[in-house]
């Protein structure tokens, strides 16, 4: 079993749509979460942090839930842009080894 | 505001072959990643560098070396290339605990 586990989708949506990401880790330990996005064949950059008292970007939320082990992403109003591939990054006890989800693949249709 | 930059983007190289991939950052961030990303696997950590001179391993550290004699300079080495090394490799920095910048990856191929 993987550390960290997404649903790849992928996600078609229409403009508009709300549209929520689940990322489940297995390592009781870990510190410190996020999501990153990735666009097709570009780097990875971050998108918002997680905190345990849960935390809102605009359209994005993100949560978390450290009795079950999952942390959530929540998109409203989807645009066209906001297509992409969504990881969720969980950081282990040290700050030097976070762990990736495989990636949420996202497409917003008009 | 060169950030993070690698070397080469893309990359074709043979079986049994000593490849090189550069990776250069001028923020003077203390922390340096390697990755690699292959389908089906996300992003995995190769090794990392904490300081000029502190290297360790990370996830999947077999089959390359890395140094660090300079703060902004982290090359990843594949002493001798094999097919399952075929894959994205980004490098990253990072302050502290801060974010994490990745530089935009290099495609190599060994055939």
């Known amino acids: 079993r993987k550390e960290v586990e997404q649903d790849p989708g992928p996600f078609n949506v229409p403009e508009g749509a709300t549209v929520a990401f689940n990322c489940t880790y297995s390592?009781?330990?870990?510190?410190?979460f996020f999501w990153y996005r990735q666009d097709c064949r570009k780097e990875p950059k971050l998108l918002m942090s997680v905190y345990s008292s849960g935390n809102e970007d605009g359209r994005f939320t993100a949560q978390l839930n450290r009795a079950s082990q999952y942390i959530s992403l929540l998109i409203r109003d989807s645009k066209l842009s906001d297509s992409a591939t969504y990881l969720c990054v969980v950081n282990r006890y040290n700050n030097n080894d976070m762990r990736f989800g495989a990636g949420t693949r996202l497409t917003v249709k008009p | 505001d060169a950030g993070i930059t690698q070397s080469p983007r893309y990359k074709i190289t043979e079986t049994g072959r000593q490849v090189t991939l550069m990776c250069h950052q001028t923020w003077s961030h203390s922390y340096m990643f390697w990755y690699r990303q292959d389908l089906g696997h996300g992003l995995r950590l190769i090794y990392y560098?904490?300081?000029?001179?502190?290297?360790d391993k990370g996830e999947v550290p077999d089959g390359y070396v890395v140094s660090r004699s300079k703060t902004e300079n982290f090359p990843l080495t594949l002493e001798s290339a094999t097919r399952s090394q075929t894959s994205v490799y980004f490098c990253?920095?990072?302050?502290?605990?801060?974010?994490?910048?990745f530089g935009e990856g290099s495609r190599l191929t060994v055939l």
């Open positions: 390592n009781s330990a870990s510190q410190s």
């Open positions: 560098s904490a300081a000029a001179d502190i290297t």
């Open positions: 990253a920095s990072r302050q502290g605990s801060g974010e994490l910048f």
